[in-house]
């Protein structure tokens, strides 16, 4: 019987998926099946170099390309995150990546607050008007959306050597709402 390079994919895939539930051993042996599958279909189009990480004790993804690393979940700021970005208590780091360029590396963080209240969103605003500015920041534009289900304050700062934006959403009514925060930063140009 002759299959096909995808079917094989999907089979590994399958299997990887049905030993992860299967406690500590088998969740070993998922990650790496899946890690390996992934990483192999990845690389077959292309010419980069595609390492994967599947953390399932903090429910992580992390890729590595020699363009830069995306990790989703697992609850880290980059490592080279700058400090000068001020991150508010009370909230959750849910996704980043970390971008390399000519002139530098670039991050993307996604941060969800515990709380789901209009309420956050108003104190997250107000802790940024404050910290940016306090931390060196200085902000160039701010664009604030108040509609019905959706309210957003969008800062576009920098600080001389960076630039980035900052954007705080709630998303929903009160009392069944998600609040969170998108920071992106990268070298002036």
Known sequence: M????????ILACAAALALAGCGSVSDEIGERVTEEVVERAAESGSEDDVELDVDTDDGSLTIETDEGTFTSGGG?????FPDSMPVPD?????????GSGDSGEGFFVQLGAEESD??????????????LEAN???VDDRQTLDGAALRSTL??????SLEGTVQISFIGEEG???????????PAV
């Open 76 to 80: 880290e700021l980059p490592e080279e």
């Open 136 to 138: 060196g920041w200085t």
């Open 90 to 98: 009370g909230v959750a780091v849910t996704g980043s990546m970390t």
């Open 155 to 160: 800062f576009a700062v920098s600080d001389g």
């Open 176 to 186: 069944d709402g998600v609040v969170g925060v998108q920071i992106g930063v990268e």
């Open 118 to 131: 209009p309420a956050i969103y108003e104190d997250l605003v107000a802790f940024y008007e404050a910290e």
């Open 2 to 9: 002759h299959t096909s390079h995808s079917t094989r994919s």
